[in-house]
Each structure stands twice: as structure tokens, then as C-alpha cells.
């Protein structure tokens, strides 16, 4: 077993701004630093012009809007609650008791409303000019970079517990964070080869799972050098092609796949239902920050069925309970996927997406998968 660990970063380089060569340290003696993610989740842009309709429809938003005016106004008198409370939530369900969440395919609902904007967060996934995606409207960054892939955050950034209000994110970005506090999904980065934290063309980037759960203190903060080890699932334990300029690290387009956990259960796996983030031309791109931190931007092409996992586990729930109306969403979602396109009926079955990520110093274990020896 080998430990890998990012070293003291000297407090006097602090001070000075990132942007400068020397707030940046030398790296450790051995070229090799460790960090576990404190936060792994949908990257926001709150622009003023994104919902100019307004967010995304509830589903009793849009059973109502299947009513007469008349009847519309009859319904949402008060007196009248209980039955426009069963008539709505009846919405969810369709023949031989399938619910809109869990099976969206076979409710035939127009797509939510989506972003209207022209900027967002993101990276540019296809160079421009990738030979397997559908068209698509590229976003701006908000920072002016053009060619932004993140057909996500257009499909379900009206949608409110993502969109949050006032500069904050919504629900899902706290419960994602929870989840990491939870070690439902922990994350762990490992570089290996550094010779600059400023600039080095060949770094060697483990990002995998750990089985461990989040050492946190009590006001359920991450404790920074903690220890984790890399989960022995070879599946989940992506080695990629790295470099550092200007003190960002960068990856090479490839496929990672990590765990994805929803909420703890009561079955066997108390961990919860098993999912999976499963993205293609996946690369990083995250900025050394002053308190050895890095901050910055995961992205990649996702089935479009993972970015509502969430909802379509929720069931019946999300959408009587939260309000979703899911076939909307994968109706949302399905129109704007933007890669890995069906050569058959030119559908794209894959989404353009970003995650904003957040990591800090571990210490990190790491036990390559054992190579199988031919028996004699």
C-alpha cells in the first residue's frame, strides 16, 4: 500500500494573489498530493434572464393548466383544495399504476420550461466539432470563455431545487454536499509526477471513490488531512492524463465512471440505491487555491436518464410530494441531449454537463487493482 499525501503549503505564499507564480509552493519532495472532494455538484449560474417565463411548471402547476379557465378558478378556491390535492396527484400516475418518476417515457407531457440565458458554467466538451452530437446552442462562461457545453444546467436550471435564489444553489446541492458528508459517494484525487503547481506538462491524476466515510468535525466540516483509501473497484478508479498551467489542472477528454449513491435505506446496502456518475469526454479543470484547496469544474456527457436519477428514485414521492413533473423534465432533457448520437434515429442519448467541485488536502491510500496471473 502506498500513502500519498499533499505537503505543508508554505502560509507566507498565502497572501499573495493565485494569479502570481510564486503564491504557488513547490510541490512535495516525491511530486505527490491527495485531496478528498467537499463538494461534487451541479454547477449554478443564477442569470436574470434564464426564466423569463418563469421557473419550471410544478406538476399541479400543469395539471392545472390542463383545466378551462373556469374550471381553474373553481378548483383553486379554497373550499375546494382537497379534490384539486387528489385530481393533481392522480396527474402522476398512468395505467397499471406506473408513476410520471419512475416511468417518464410513457407519459406524453410537453418539455419544462428551460434556460433562456447565453451564459452558464462549463467547459467545451466537443472542441467545436464533435462528429457525434446533436446541435446545440453553446453557453458563454461567465468569466467570457465561448463554446460551453452544459445542456444540463439549459434543461433543468428553471427547475427550483436546482436553481436555488439569491446566489445560492437549491436543494440538490445540499443534498449532494450531505451525501459526501454522509461517505455515501466519497471522492478522492490523487496526483502523482508534480514538479510545479504552477506549470508541469505530465501529471499522473488518480480520481476514484473511497469506501471511507467524510472525517468531518462537529459542525460537519470537512478536517483537512484526513485519511482515505481508494475503493478496490477497478470500475471506480478512473487514471488520467494531466497537466498544470498557470496553476489549473487540466485532464485529458476520457470516460470516468464513479459511484453515486441517494440517500441511506433500509436495505441491505444501508448506503442507499446504487446509481452511478457515468460521463464520456469527461475531463477536469480545477485551480490550486491559496489554502492548498482546489476549486473548479468536472465536466462531461452523462445519459440523460442519470441526471434525474434522483427524481426517478424518488418515485411517486418526487412528483406528489416535491412537485416534479418528471415527464416534463425528461422531455426537457431528451430534446436538448448533445452527444453520443444514435446512428439509427439520430437521437442523442447523452447530455453535456458540468459539476462545480471542490476538494481539500487528505492523505490518500492507494492499492492499484491486483493484475490476474494466468493459472498453470
Known sequence: MI????????????????????????????GELGFVFTHFAPAIYQGERDCPDGLAATLRDNYLQTQSPAER??????????????????????????????HPALFDRPPQRIVQGKIAQGLD??????????????????????????????????????????????????????????GEH?????????????????VTVIYANSED???????????????YTVVANAQHRNVLKGRIVGGVLMTDPTHIRLRQTWGQ???RDIRGKRTEYDMTRARLRLTFQPDGSLKGLVGGYQPIWDIMA????????AATTAGYDCAA????????????????????????????AVAIPAFINDTPPATKVAQQ
Open 3 to 30: 500513502v500519498y499525501r499533499i505537503a505543508a503549503l508554505c502560509a507566507a505564499s498565502f497572501l499573495a494573489p493565485i494569479a502570481q507564480a510564486q503564491a504557488l509552493p513547490a510541490p512535495p519532495a516525491n
Open 73 to 102: 378558478m373553481r378548483l383553486l378556491d379554497k373550499a375546494n383544495e382537497p379534490e384539486l390535492t387528489k385530481r393533481w396527484t392522480g396527474y402522476a400516475f398512468g395505467p397499471n399504476g406506473t408513476n410520471i418518476c419512475t
Open 125 to 182: 466538451l466537443d472542441d467545436g466539432a464533435a462528429t457525434d452530437s446533436c446541435s446545440h446552442e453553446p453557453f458563454t462562461s461567465p468569466a467570457g470563455q465561448t463554446g460551453i457545453d452544459n445542456q444540463m444546467w439549459r434543461a433543468m436550471g428553471c427547475v427550483r431545487t436546482w436553481r436555488g435564489v439569491d446566489g445560492t444553489g437549491g436543494d440538490i446541492l445540499r443534498g449532494l454536499t450531505q451525501f459526501l458528508i454522509s
Open 186 to 202: 466519497t471522492q478522492v484525487l490523487l496526483l502523482t509526477g508534480v514538479d510545479s503547481l504552477q506549470d508541469d506538462p505530465d
Open 213 to 227: 466515510r467524510a472525517v468531518v468535525d462537529s459542525k460537519q466540516n470537512f478536517m483537512p488531512d484526513a485519511s
Open 265 to 267: 435505506g433500509s436495505e
Open 310 to 317: 434522483s427524481a426517478s428514485i424518488g418515485g411517486e414521492g
Open 329 to 356: 423534465m425528461y422531455a426537457a432533457l431528451k430534446k436538448l441531449a448533445d452527444g453520443d448520437r444514435d446512428p439509427a434515429t439520430g437521437q442523442c442519448r447523452r447530455i453535456s454537463s458540468a459539476m462545480e
